[in-house]
């Protein structure tokens, strides 16, 4: 375990587990339709591709790009859109996938931002979902874990752009962030 992380909470193999049920979920729910499945940038990015390899149907991917977090662990509360996909959403239905569903602002807002531009039928996938920290109202239509309110790394999930590429997901320690000394992100 890496010297960072107090606490393992979702082991390589449980995430693989918990990621083919889903993906036998949404190929049984989205069955025969026009699906494009939309990862935030960064932290979509491991799910995304251990789910589209659980979902045999037809499918495109797409990627989005969303900033909220300046420094630290608190979400800025301001989210910009950074890239916008180039493809015509319209007709087609929207799987959107997070790491984490955490205040709900940013799921909230691309998803605004993505019916604004046409798209009618948006769903939403997350990996995790640390309810107690909800301040907008959304649920997620498929959620990986539950999460108490931790801040957690790895599988996607950053502090200050490290820790993504741990292979399971764990509690950061405390003292990596102590002092509120992230780097600007
Ligand atoms: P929200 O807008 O507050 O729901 O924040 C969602 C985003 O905040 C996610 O896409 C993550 O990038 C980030 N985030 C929230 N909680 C955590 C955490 O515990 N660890 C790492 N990133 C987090
Ligand atoms: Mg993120």
Request: glycine share 8%; charged share 30%; proline share 2%.
């Given at each position: 375990?890496?010297?960072?992380?107090?606490?393992?909470?979702?082991?390589?193999?449980?995430?693989?587990?918990?990621?083919?049920?889903?993906?036998a979920q949404i190929t049984r729910d989205y069955a025969g339709d026009r699906l494009v499945l939309m990862a935030m940038l960064k932290g979509g990015?491991?799910?995304?591709?251990?789910?589209?390899?659980?979902?045999?149907?037809?499918?495109?991917?797409?990627?989005?790009?969303?900033?909220?977090?300046?420094?630290?662990?608190?979400?800025?509360?301001?989210?910009?859109?950074?890239?916008?996909?180039?493809?015509?959403?319209?007709?087609?239905?929207?799987?959107?996938?997070?790491?984490?569903?955490?205040?709900?602002?940013?799921?909230?807002?691309?998803?605004?931002?993505?019916?604004?531009?046409?798209?009618?039928?948006?769903?939403?996938?997350?990996?995790?979902?640390?309810?107690?920290?909800?301040?907008?109202?959304?649920?997620?239509?498929?959620?990986?874990?539950?999460?108490?309110?931790?801040?957690v790394v790895g599988y996607g999930l950053d502090f200050a752009d490290h820790y993504r590429n741990l292979p399971y997901i764990g509690v950061l320690?405390?003292?990596?962030?102590?002092?509120?000394?992230?780097?600007?992100?």
């Amino acid at each position: 375990m890496h010297e960072d992380i107090k606490e393992v909470l979702y082991t390589e193999e449980a995430i693989r587990a918990r990621i083919a049920e889903l993906g036998a979920q949404i190929t049984r729910d989205y069955a025969g339709d026009r699906l494009v499945l939309m990862a935030m940038l960064k932290g979509g990015l491991m799910l995304i591709s251990d789910l589209v390899r659980c979902i045999p149907s037809k499918l495109e991917i797409e990627f989005i790009q969303p900033s909220s977090y300046g420094a630290g662990t608190e979400s800025s509360g301001t989210v910009d859109i950074k890239l916008f996909p180039s493809c015509d959403l319209r007709g087609k239905r929207l799987l959107l996938l997070d790491d984490i569903l955490d205040t709900g602002r940013t799921l909230k807002r691309v998803s605004d931002a993505l019916r604004d531009r046409g798209a009618d039928d948006i769903r939403t996938c997350v990996l995790l979902d640390k309810k107690a920290r909800r301040a907008v109202e959304i649920e997620a239509d498929y959620v990986g874990f539950e999460v108490d309110d931790h801040f957690v790394v790895g599988y996607g999930l950053d502090f200050a752009d490290h820790y993504r590429n741990l292979p399971y997901i764990g509690v950061l320690h405390e003292r990596c962030y102590a002092g509120g000394q992230a780097e600007q992100i």
